[in-house]
């Protein structure tokens, strides 16, 4: 049983159960999490994590009845089904409980994508250490923080993500076509990727957009999530939205405005120079609570990664059209010392990484771990 929470998790989570079934062909799956789960499991989902996805308290507390009900829905999978194994993806305010109810039933409790514990909420790793047998970390510093903090169990197994863009762009169609195809202008694109739930995308891309305005020279493309409506962009941006090619669009752009995330590490993977955003409630009081609360320097993950500010973060108050507008335009020259420098980042940020199979690594861990169980 596997549960992902959001687009990225569904990616990831897709590829480990591809390998899994590739180690072990009679391995059977129920999930909660989306279409790509869902494609390489050969099943729907128990619940879709768009149904899910609620970004910050308040989004939370507006949908609590569904958080309560969707919650009661895990459990009860997961008492029916009573898996071999209980997969986590990140998403822990929910997943760590479902984690609870496995181990208190015996049930093996795995982590795939650790959630950012050395970020924020670093209780939580008490729970980690009750509950979960390993932590398959795809961020390099953190099983060293895991041991720091008294959890032996986390193991880097590599970053999913560095195969997954290899893989779309050796894949990506011609310019000319993916033009052709989403009816974009044959100009340079700049692209904008808002995220990924109704939330972060409502705060950040009308930021986005009248940073878009200000470069007429440039084609616009809105990467569009999956679940979310197009109406619902209309009524944020007139830009077009470009439908299920994501990896694409990144493939053939020039630049990108990118919400705090995943993709902040897919356009690095990509080699697209980017102005990391982040909006919420803009205020600076949060801002500073913010800055309070985390245990981190920077934010976004090439950063995090290298240890360095490769990518500006513009975030909460910082995050306005006229302060994002300018540093983008550091980033469009061709021969820009800030584009320059942004890509030689990105390429130390590889080299970090490397090209470990994160899914194959995974699915040999958990398949061993559990064969260790049964002897």
Not at 179 to 208: F, Q, T, W, Y
Not at 218 to 243: N, S
Not at 248 to 262: E, F, I, Q
Request: hydrophobic content about 45%; overall charge positive.
């Amino acid at each position: 049983m596997l549960i992902a929470g959001e687009a990225s998790g569904d990616l990831h989570a897709s590829r480990l159960i591809e390998a899994l079934r590739a180690a072990d062909p009679a391995a059977e799956f129920v999930f909660l999490g989306g279409d790509l789960m869902a494609r390489a499991a050969g099943c729907p989902p128990v619940i879709h994590y768009r149904d899910m996805a609620y970004m910050g308290f308040s989004e939370v507390l507006r949908h609590l009845p569904s958080v309560f009900s969707n919650l009661r829905t895990a459990k009860s999978a997961l008492r029916s089904h009573r898996p071999d194994a209980l997969i986590l993806v990140d998403y822990p305010s929910f997943n760590l409980k479902v984690a609870k109810e496995a181990a208190a039933a015996g049930i093996p409790v795995y982590y795939f994508i650790s959630p950012k514990l050395w970020a924020w909420k670093q209780w939580r790793v008490k729970a980690i250490r009750a509950q979960v047998r390993k932590m398959l970390c795809i961020l390099p510093f953190e099983p060293e923080w895991y041991s720091q903090h008294g959890y032996a169990g986390a193991t880097y197994v590599g970053n999913p993500s560095v195969g997954e863009m290899r893989d779309a762009i050796d894949a990506a169609p011609p310019r000319s076509e993916f033009l052709k195809e989403n009816r974009l202008r044959d100009h340079r694109i700049i692209a904008l990727l808002p995220g990924s739930r109704a939330g972060e995308i409502r705060c950040n891309l009308p930021v986005m957009d009248a940073v878009a305005r200000q470069f007429p020279q440039y084609t616009i493309a809105v990467a569009g999530a999956p679940g979310i409506a197009d109406d619902f962009y209309k009524g944020l941006t007139k830009f077009q939205v470009v439908r299920d090619h994501t990896h694409d669009l990144l493939a053939h752009s020039h630049a990108a405005l990118v919400t705090s995330g995943t993709a902040t590490l897919e356009a690095a993977l990509a080699n697209v120079p980017q102005v990391v955003m982040y909006r919420s409630n803009g205020s600076k009081i949060a801002y500073n609570l913010m800055k309070s609360v985390l245990h981190v320097e920077y934010v976004s993950l090439p950063n995090l990664i290298n240890a360095a500010l490769t990518i500006p973060e513009m975030l909460l108050h910082n995050c306005t059209p006229e302060a994002v507008a300018a540093q983008l335009r550091r980033l469009t020259p061709d021969q820009s010392n800030d584009r320059i420098a942004m890509l030689d980042g990105y390429a130390a940020m590889r080299r970090v990484l490397g090209d470990s199979d994160a899914a194959a690594n995974s699915a040999c861990i958990i398949i061993n771990d559990l064969n260790d169980l049964k002897k």
